[in-house]
């Protein structure tokens, strides 16, 4: 072979290597996501049953923002579990992880269901606040609703987290923050909240007071933040604050711990409805096994890939 054309040889060979390489390098520099809200509570979930991405925290903070990412809450990674069916990670919108998220795992029993990793209509969910129970409500192959039995919830203000003179519960409480004093009833579902109730919310409470009561020297661990106000006693119209995120169209978590307070306010039945932002819950405090159940809806929105950079 003649000497240009060996090289020539050589050069288109080097081209293909290198093309391949870089399609590589790019194919593994990409993550398939799928976008999903619960009562417009909007999560990206990721399947990690296989292999699960590094740094999850900063993947939450990329993809959720609304600029520069796709824009959520936070971020969940659907994982295989050795004591569960599934396990859920969660992290919220800022990269700190959270327990637990009643709407997003309402969404994970549909993810799970619908794309095939699981024939269970009744499906267990590993979480940090504990292993949770879902049972999907199937017609035609869709999941339409799903209900989540949340667990007890806890009112030790040890366990809440949330400092008390009170060393049983703390309900009604007041506390002074920033010069503005409430009447805080404090709930744990696996994560911390404090509900407050007022005869109407306002922006100005949650967007201005929210942020105080979260990270209030109150709260060891910071809490979310309910606003509530009570139609009537099956009926209940809620907001709320997010630890680590703002404010969001929905809470599950925040829906149980201010049916729970307002029961043990007085304020209502131990079966409400709960209005929030993005939708309606149906919340139901068993009093027989003192197990809180939360009922509603999960949606997929998009799916799509992530370029990581």
Not at 258 to 272: F, K, Q
Request: charged share 25%; glycine share 10%.
């Amino acid at each position: 072979m003649q000497r240009g054309k060996c090289f020539s040889t050589l050069l288109v060979y080097s081209y293909r290597v290198f093309a391949d390489a870089y399609h590589m390098k790019t194919e593994h520099k990409k993550i398939t996501f799928s976008k999903m809200h619960g009562a417009g509570n909007d999560y990206i979930y990721i399947d990690a049953t296989v292999e699960t991405p590094h740094e999850l925290s900063d993947l939450s903070r990329r993809m959720s923002d609304v600029h520069f990412g796709i824009g959520s809450d936070g971020l969940v990674a659907i994982m295989r579990s050795e004591v569960a069916d599934f396990r859920m990670r969660m992290f919220n919108s800022d990269g700190s992880e959270a327990e637990m998220c009643g709407n997003a795992s309402r969404c994970v029993g549909k993810y799970v269901y619908e794309r095939g990793l699981t024939d269970k209509t009744v499906v267990t969910l590993e979480t940090l606040a504990g292993i949770k129970v879902l049972h999907l409500h199937v017609a035609d192959g869709v999941v339409e609703s799903v209900t989540v039995d949340m667990g007890a919830p806890e009112l030790r203000p040890e366990l809440v987290p949330v400092l008390s003179r009170n060393p049983e519960a703390k309900i009604a409480e007041q506390e002074t923050v920033d010069g503005i004093t409430y009447e805080i009833t404090g709930v744990s579902m696996g994560n911390p909240h404090a509900v407050i109730f007022t005869d109407s919310i306002t922006d100005s409470q949650v967007l201005g007071q929210g942020p105080k009561l979260e990270v209030a020297d109150i709260f060891p661990r910071k809490a979310n933040i309910e606003f509530a106000h009570v139609i009537d006693r099956g009926t209940i119209e809620m907001r709320v604050w997010e630890r680590g995120t703002g404010e969001t169209f929905a809470c599950g978590t925040g829906a149980c711990a201010t049916a729970v307070a307002a029961v043990l306010n007085g304020l209502a039945d131990r079966d409400v409805e709960m209005r929030l932002r993005g939708g309606v819950l149906r919340i139901r405090w068993d009093e027989a096994t003192g197990h809180v159940f939360m009922t509603g809806p999960a949606a997929f929105i998009c799916d799509g890939e992530f370029y990581l950079g």
